[in-house]
């Protein structure tokens, strides 16, 4: 049998790039389960939810309203506890948005940007999709957008922690940060809407501090989703957001760890 060649073996090596040291890997093993679990625990109670909720989960979102929207078309911003936005779509700002994609992608090429590239195609994609929908849709997804964007961008937070050496999270202690605010983030949303599974009771209905209706109110008074269907939707993309944590945390952290140790 012949012996495959070392320097071949080698060469396929360094195409692959530098593995991580054992103590990083070790750090992305046991730092997302544990962020999240202590995340959890802080759920559970009562004080600790609300802190959760006023520093971590409300402004994450507030994002997610106003990122949705602007993708749709609709000027919107974030502001704490409320999210300004015009009543319709502008041409002007949808008009903007595609050619900021239409940048991305040439500009991309141009430089050999893959990741510009891919950017401005998922950019123009989402805008005109959104372009699809009817502007009663339009609203209701921007209403549904603050709940779940905030489980996605807190998921997306965490993620920076499996960043590579060369990442800008890896300055300092920014993944950190962001791994505890999306770990909150998340726990928050995920926790309320669970808890609403077995008591509607949890569910946030009613109105807010500045009079007008919930996202959840909003979603059944006007958009006419039921009780079970809201609880239901939220709660399918809490699972594809831990779904998508697990596989990269897998791809990122525990398989290159027992590659390491093997």
């Known amino acids: 049998m012949r012996r495959p060649a070392i320097g071949l073996l080698n060469a396929r090596r360094a195409a692959a790039g530098p593995l991580e040291p054992v103590d990083e890997l070790w750090f992305r093993v ?6 999240l679990g202590i995340a959890a625990l802080f759920s559970r109670s009562q004080i600790g939810h609300a802190l959760q909720r006023m520093v971590f989960g409300m402004p994450l979102h507030e994002i997610g309203h106003a990122l949705t929207a602007l993708a749709l078309g609709i000027p919107a911003f974030p502001l704490p506890w409320f999210t300004p936005m015009a009543e319709g779509r502008s041409p002007v700002l949808t008009g903007l948005l595609l050619g900021a994609a239409t940048g991305l992608v040439v500009l991309g090429r141009r430089a050999g940007r893959r990741s510009w590239t891919v950017g401005g195609a998922a950019l123009g994609t989402v805008v005109g999709l959104g372009l699809l929908l009817g502007a009663g849709t339009a609203r209701a997804l921007v209403a549904f957008a603050g709940d779940a964007g905030a489980m996605v961008l807190g998921t997306l937070g ?45 569910i946030p209905l009613g109105q807010i501090e500045s009079g007008g209706l919930s996202d959840a109110s909003v979603l059944v008074e006007t958009h006419g989703w039921t009780e079970q269907a809201l609880v239901g939707r939220y709660l399918v993309v809490a699972g594809l957001c831990l779904a998508a ?14 590659q390491a140790r093997g």
């Open 245 to 258: 944590l697990a596989v990269v945390w897998m791809l990122r952290a525990l398989r290159p760890l027992l």
């Open 158 to 202: 965490v993620c920076t922690v499996f960043s590579g050496e060369s990442s800008r999270f890896r300055h300092g202690a920014l993944r950190w940060g962001l791994l505890v605010i999306g770990a909150a983030a998340f726990s928050d949303v995920a926790s309320t809407w669970w808890a609403a599974r077995r008591d509607p009771g949890e």
């Open 30 to 35: 046991l730092s997302v389960p544990l962020a």
